[in-house]
């Protein structure tokens, strides 16, 4: 067994872990998309899966969708989500309930700031967040609300899963990474205060011989 993990809290740097089960698409995308849109803050990403698929590359299509939105996944390798300690994290993430689970479960990450990813993008834009605050503190005094919000929230939890596009169509694979993005950008926008996303171009459209139309998503 490798060694283990320990992730912890720094009180001038905020940490988000994202879980999925195999940790070679979602969950090293949006680690990825995090981090190029939370550049130069003082905050940490990393992924882990629920799999014991120690050291496997990310899937081609993680691959080839990150290369096309300015990403380098080529030196992912995976790493199991039993052999971390996320007791001091800031923030888990995973994209579905049972990934929560076995974060909470398995690595010892707190409940309360652990959520699914399409859960937490429900929930934050009712957090108040202060503009003039320190941006670590900003994001972590909206974490602080969401709890509460979140048992009040059971009904809409049943539609929070986003379903693993292994072995599907590159349309399915498309959708799920341009989904990823959206709530990334919505993640950091709350949490950080930070809009530019110019550094993160849109997920191509469509696949075709090679060739890649890159028309932007709509953020309605």
């Known amino acids: ?49 629920t799999l014991e ?23 992912h390798r995976t790493r199991h989500v039993g052999h971390a300690s996320l007791d001091q994290v800031d923030l ?6 049972t990934h929560v689970q076995r974060a909470v479960v398995d690595a010892k990450a707190p409940r309360r700031r652990a959520f699914t990813l399409r859960g937490i ?3 934050l834009p009712a957090a108040e967040v202060s503009p003039q605050e320190d941006v670590i503190l900003r994001a972590r005094h909206a974490l602080d609300q969401l709890e509460e919000m979140r048992a009040a ?30 709530l990334s950008i919505l993640l950091v926008e709350t949490l ?3 809009t530019d996303t110019r550094g993160l171009p849109p997920v191509p459209t469509k696949r075709d011989r090679g060739r890649w139309s890159l028309w932007p998503l709509r953020r309605d």
């Open 192 to 194: 950080f205060g930070i």
């Open 121 to 123: 993008a429900r929930l």
């Open 92 to 97: 888990v993430l995973g994209f579905d309930e």
């Open 53 to 75: 698929l120690e050291d496997a590359p990310a899937l081609p299509e993680a691959l080839e969708i990150g290369l096309r939105c300015g990403l380098d996944l080529s030196s």
């Open 153 to 182: 929230d059971l009904e809409s939890r049943r539609h929070d899963d986003m379903q693993d596009p292994f072995g599907r169509s590159w349309n399915v694979y498309r959708e799920t990474a341009a989904e990823i993005r959206e």
């Open 1 to 49: 067994m490798p060694p283990s993990t320990s992730l912890g809290l720094v009180s001038n740097t905020f940490s988000i872990v994202f879980v999925c089960t195999g940790n070679r698409f979602r969950s090293p995308l949006a680690e990825a998309f995090v981090r190029r849109l939370s550049l130069g803050l003082p905050v940490t990403t990393e992924s882990f899966g």
